[in-house]
């Protein structure tokens, strides 16, 4: 598994270079390690924001506002730029 974050934090804390001393974000990380065991393999790669255009607009996508919108606006964005299968995608 190749996991691409433009967040440094998060990196450090899958890590275990950082800790994670908020309740949520400790949270989230003991799932990812649970996550992490079932792939023979998994890598973490930083990737600058300002080249990770298209996952920082998705995240932004998802996160205006409120209701059920965000899932359309995300799928029309998809198809509109591309898919997961896009190897230049994040």
């Known amino acids: ?19 994670a001393k908020n309740l949520q974000l400790a949270s989230y990380l003991r799932y990812v390690q649970i996550l992490r065991s079932a792939f023979s393999t998994f890598d973490l790669v930083h990737v600058p924001r300002e080249q990770n255009s298209r996952a920082y607009l998705l995240f932004k996508l998802a996160n205006l506002g409120k ?16 898919s997961f299968d896009d190897p230049n995608l994040c």
């Open 67 to 82: 209701g059920g919108r965000q899932r359309s606006v995300i799928q029309e964005t998809f198809v509109e730029y591309g």
């Open 1 to 19: 598994m190749l996991v691409k974050s433009d967040s440094l934090l998060v990196i450090g804390q899958i890590t275990g270079e950082y800790q």
